[in-house]
Nanobody, 115 residues
Framework: QVQLVESGGGLVQPGGSLRLSCAAS????????MGWYRQAPGKERESVAA???????RYADSVKGRFTISRDNAKNTVYLQMNSLKPEDTAVYYC?????????WGKGTLVTVSS
């Protein structure tokens, strides 16, 4: 059974930082591409960042220079370091994994950026 479990969300003030984690089980983590999506209230879900099995990364323009995605294959975990957070970053953040046409999603963790 595949499980992706996000953690690290919460309330943070504008300009602050958070680090999200996603622990994976039931997959061969090292061969999966991993990513983070987010969905803000009233908006469509959007891709935030992704990292391939080889470690290549890509980011949405809105988070470039502020967010960093990384992975630890020994811990079956992918991270999203979020710095200089803005109110518009408020959303539920979802972890995803993909390999050979199979995609999996976590249940999400809420990030609220507010003073």
């Amino acid at each position: 059974q595949v499980q992706l479990v996000e953690s690290g969300g919460g309330l943070v003030q504008p300009g602050g930082s958070l680090r999200l984690s996603c622990a994976a089980s039931g997959i061969i983590f090292s061969i999966h591409h991993m990513g983070w999506y987010r969905q803000a209230p009233g908006k469509e879900r959007e891709s935030v960042a992704a990292i391939t099995s080889g470690g290549s990364t890509r980011y949405a323009d809105s988070v470039k220079g502020r967010f960093t995605i990384s992975r630890d294959n020994a811990k079956n975990t992918v991270y999203l370091q979020m710095n200089s957070l803005k109110p518009e970053d408020t959303a539920v953040y979802y972890c995803t994994s993909g390999y050979n046409g199979m995609d999996y999603w976590g249940k999400g963790t809420l990030v609220t950026v507010s003073s």
